[in-house]
């Protein structure tokens, strides 16, 4: 088969699958549903819980530490939802990635304020993190769960989100160590 009536068939499908997402975002997950609005208020109040409670002394080292979650759970939540093993059924734009506000503020904001506890009063960072990662995957997902927003398939279960989430973590962390010692190379 030719390259580009391949490319023809993915645009195809591409659109398609769109309009379908856009159809089921206006039916079960627009504006008028609560779960849109529980949504946008994972997107939010994080955010203002960061504002007010981030050490603005350490700002960028913590802002760098939340980009390097928040990035590496966006690409891990695309490659789950496409692949259909870990699906967020409701979200605030069918076009945006699916978890933009767990993966842009509820986790990012909460492994935040864990690096800056454990910063400010030298505390085990990974421990810590292996308490908030158990809190946020069979407390808080396993409540999404029952709220019927989220979804698995083919396996996958809250032990391996957990997982991943220690994953995502740490090697955030040591990013962000890395990070800093090139500062003291200088």
């Given at each position: 088969m030719d390259k580009n009536l391949i490319w023809n068939e993915i645009y195809g499908k591409s659109n398609e699958l769109n309009t379908t997402l856009?159809?089921?975002?206006?039916?079960?997950?627009?504006?008028?549903?609560?779960?849109?609005?529980?949504?946008?208020?994972l997107l939010v109040i994080p955010l203002i819980i960061l504002y007010f409670a981030i050490d603005r002394t350490k700002l960028l080292e913590i802002l760098f530490f939340g980009l390097t979650i928040h990035m590496l759970w966006t690409y891990t939540d695309i490659l789950l939802g496409s692949t259909t093993l870990f699906v967020h059924q409701y979200f605030i734009f069918p076009l945006l990635p699916y978890a933009l506000s767990i993966s842009s503020s509820v986790l990012p904001v909460g492994f935040m304020l864990i690096y800056q506890y454990c910063l400010n009063y030298d505390k085990?960072?990974?421990?810590?993190?292996?308490?908030?990662?158990?809190?946020?995957?069979f407390g808080f997902l396993s409540v999404e769960l029952l709220m019927d927003l989220v979804h698995f398939n083919k396996g996958m279960n809250l032990f391996f989100v957990f997982l991943i989430d220690l994953g995502v973590v740490f090697l955030s962390y040591w990013l962000t160590t890395f990070i800093k010692n090139l500062r003291v190379l200088k």
């Open positions: 856009i159809s089921y975002w206006k039916e079960y997950s627009s504006i008028d549903s609560w779960q849109f609005w529980f949504v946008l208020g085990n960072f990974y421990l810590y993190s292996i308490f908030l990662s158990a809190l946020f995957s």
